[in-house]
């Protein structure tokens, strides 16, 4: 069965360095998503991408943040300048569609990465 | 962001048990309800989702949405060790408003043999 693939599983960083995070969604996918799970907090939305471009973005993706699908495959979530507070594990999703009738398409998530800055 | 709330537990029930797990919300405007399932170590991974009010059902797994009190839930009948993991509700409020999804905290579950 398909899956979300995400690299890698675990990351550390120093403080004020810049980390790319890599997904590669499902290949019959064409919206992508990354979300964050700060420990012991909720599954927090980012930002929603869809033909190249930022569907959707929540508060929390400042202008630190930055998505790009370099390639077919891949799609990535750049952090400038890291913080102690974006230790989290980060979630890549995708599903085929933004909707699926009047309801929003299943979204099929990856194994996440685990970000530690510190 | 107080907008979907969830007893994180932990719950531990003896294998047989029927589960209940729940979740309250403030906005009004949610209309479509998931339930994910989240195993150690794994990513979120949609149960079950139902729209507007009412019951559904798939298998051991019942979901029920009452909008007037905003308050949803899902049943585990026959609960099962392989049923332990975070059960994780999430909400959106419409297509056409996007499908950012709002999540609980998760909760919690070990099945105990």
């Known amino acids: 069965e398909p899956e979300v693939t995400q690299t890698p599983s675990h990351q550390v960083t120093q403080m004020g360095q810049e980390v790319i995070l890599r997904c590669v969604p499902i290949?019959?996918?064409?919206?992508f998503y990354w979300y964050r799970q700060i420990l012991g907090q909720k599954v927090e939305f980012l930002v929603s991408?869809?033909?190249?471009?930022?569907?959707?973005k929540s508060e929390i993706f400042d202008d630190q943040f930055s998505v790009e699908r370099p390639d077919g495959s891949n799609f990535t979530l750049k952090i400038r300048s890291t913080k102690l507070e974006d230790s989290a594990m980060y979630f890549c999703?995708?599903?085929?569609?933004?909707?699926?009738?009047?309801?929003?398409?299943?979204?099929?998530f990856g194994p996440g990465t685990r970000l530690t800055v510190l | 962001q107080k907008e979907v709330e969830q007893d994180p537990g932990p719950l531990s029930v003896p294998e047989g048990a029927i589960v209940s797990l729940n979740c309250t919300y403030s906005?009004?405007?949610?209309?479509?309800f998931m339930w994910y399932r989240q195993y150690s170590r794994k990513g979120p991974e949609l149960l079950m989702y139902?729209?507007?009010?009412g019951n559904k059902e798939d298998g051991r797994f019942t979901a029920q949405v009452d909008k007037s009190s905003k308050y949803i839930s899902l049943f585990i009948r026959d609960s099962q060790p392989s049923d332990s993991a975070t059960y994780l509700c999430?909400?959106?409020?419409?297509?056409?408003?996007?499908?950012?999804?709002?999540f609980g905290t998760g909760t919690s579950l070990t099945v105990i043999p």
């Open positions: 906005n009004s405007a949610f209309q479509y």
């Open positions: 139902t729209y507007s009010s």
């Open positions: 991408f869809y033909n190249n471009e930022i569907s959707e």
């Open positions: 290949s019959n996918h064409l919206y």
């Open positions: 999703a995708s599903s085929v569609a933004r909707t699926s009738g009047n309801v929003p398409d299943t979204q099929y």
């Open positions: 999430a909400m959106s409020d419409s297509y056409n408003t996007g499908n950012q999804f709002y």
